[in-house]
């Protein structure tokens, strides 16, 4: 995506300038209604139309974009098959997505926002003033998410490396190695009772016997 993937405060985030963005539609008309419509968000949109799942495949594969504006029903499958290719997408996994529906797929809506899809808009009610809320609305949650991964990934390696550092030291090191010999006898006196035969027990007992010792475990 051309949106940076950074921790930051919302205030601190940069909106796209100029917001590269894909429309899936089968229809000539609808595309032509839909780019008219857009030029009058006062948003700066460089727009790539495709009229088939083919060409967005091919565009998607080739480009980052910001926004991609999908047709639900199609000639061929529907706007949630879409939805899910582009989110197994290499580059354009995490793009903001409007699904566009028609008067009364409410249902229709309600499964892709389920899905994962950031707005849907109806073609009949559809207004610039609409289309544009829809766009910066989803663009902002893409990158919301985008920043949630990135803070749970932050988190993960602090915890990560604070652990690797703690077992470093010999108490840690001693707490661990106690702990996993106090839980191994117990799995193995339980397996006792269930495989072995009473006249087999000496071969477990020596085992036991030797994790009492003072072993030296090696932390990497």
Do not use: W
Request: charge should be negative.
């Amino acid at each position: 995506m051309s949106l940076p993937v950074e921790v930051i405060g919302p205030e601190e985030r940069a909106f796209p300038r100029i917001i590269k963005t894909l429309l899936l539609d089968d229809s000539t008309f609808d595309r032509a209604r839909i780019r008219r419509m857009s030029q009058n968000t006062n948003l700066l949109l460089d727009l790539t139309e495709v009229c088939d799942v083919t060409e967005l495949k091919d565009a998607i594969a080739e480009q980052e974009f910001d926004l991609i504006l999908i047709d639900y029903r199609l000639p061929q499958g529907d706007g949630l098959d879409v939805l899910a290719h582009i989110q197994q997408s290499e580059l354009n996994s995490d793009v903001a997505t409007i699904m566009i529906t028609g008067e009364g797929d409410m249902q229709t809506a309600v499964t892709a926002m389920r899905n994962g899809c950031h707005d849907f808009l109806t073609k009949d009610a559809m207004t610039a003033d609409h289309l544009r809320t829809a766009m910066i609305g989803a663009i902002r949650m893409a990158q919301d998410h985008r920043e949630e991964i990135a803070r749970t990934a932050h988190q993960q390696e602090v915890i990560r490396n604070g652990l690797t550092a703690a077992l470093q030291t010999h108490e840690v090191q001693g707490t661990v190695v106690a702990l996993f010999k106090d839980q191994f006898r117990e799995a193995m006196h339980a397996a006792c009772s269930n495989v072995f035969a009473p006249e087999d027990h000496s071969d477990l007992e020596s085992l036991l016997a030797a994790l009492g010792e003072d072993d030296e475990f090696c932390f990497n």
